[in-house]
């Protein structure tokens, strides 16, 4: 039996790049839609939020002069093409999906709601949060938090390029070492970086659990559902 029955899975937006270093790396891209294919085969219902940026971050490009408002909207774009690459990978595996987007845009993807989107995942599709919260200001870490808690997921899986949560950035500090589990308190109290503030702490107000975990190496994300031990939880 899978441990959970319906996530919401938070992919990074700069995972996407690979090997390239920018836009989207067709083979990483495959790779995510395997092993989505791997638990969606398995029945679990699965919400996804990917970042933007692999194409542009708001909040870089309001440090380069863009006015933070449309700097933030065109990150926006940025995870609605992202969403829509993963769409298609998707469609390349015969996995049933909509994607989903947070402002109108209609044919690109439907406008999202909470009814929507569960009656999707209960006929057995993925659906594709893009385009954030629609609101300026707030990260693709709160659209992810918020979606989650929105669709009544069981727990958040943030898949990045790292196993977990350490006490310090493993790629810089090598003395770093890693947490089986921790609280929100201590992930605020420590000011370990996990996700966002606003992020970490609507998490908690809502006791939703966030399950750490490193994408990247093929075959994890069964490894998440199934019960093993390869990441961090973070839980109240």
């Given amino acids: 039996m899978p441990r959970f029955k319906r996530i919401l899975l938070k992919l990074s937006g700069e995972s996407l790049m690979g090997q390239q270093g920018h836009g989207i790396d067709p083979e990483r891209l495959g790779q995510y839609a395997q092993q ?3 638990i969606h085969d398995m029945g679990v219902e699965i919400g996804i939020v990917i970042g933007g940026g692999n194409i542009f971050r ?3 490009g309001a440090k380069k002069g863009f006015d933070r408002v449309k700097g933030d909207q065109m990150g ?5 093409i992202n969403s829509l690459a993963l769409s298609s990978a998707l469609d390349a595996e015969g996995v049933p999906n909509k994607v989903l987007t947070a402002i109108r845009m209609e044919p690109v993807g439907e406008f999202y709601t909470k009814w929507r989107a569960i009656d999707a995942m209960k006929d057995g599709k993925v659906c594709i949060f893009s385009a954030g ?3 300026p200001y707030f990260t693709t870490d709160t659209g ?3 979606r989650g808690i929105e669709i009544e997921a069981d ?3 943030k898949g990045t390029r790292v196993d977990g949560v350490y006490t310090a950035d493993p790629e810089k500090d090598p003395t770093a070492v890693k947490f ?3 609280t929100y308190k201590e992930v605020l109290s420590r000011g370990l970086k996990v996700m966002d503030l606003t992020a970490i702490c609507m998490c908690q107000d809502n006791n939703l659990p966030i399950y750490v975990f490193n994408m990247d190496k093929n075959g994890n994300l069964r490894k998440v559902i199934d019960g093993e031990p390869i990441g961090t939880l973070v839980h109240n």
């Fill in 144 to 146: 992810s938090s918020l």
């Fill in 58 to 60: 708001g909040l870089s």
């Fill in 133 to 135: 919260t629609g609101s």
């Fill in 76 to 80: 926006m774009m940025a995870t609605v």
């Fill in 36 to 38: 989505i294919k791997e």
């Fill in 155 to 157: 727990v958040m899986l």
């Fill in 180 to 182: 089986d589990e921790i």
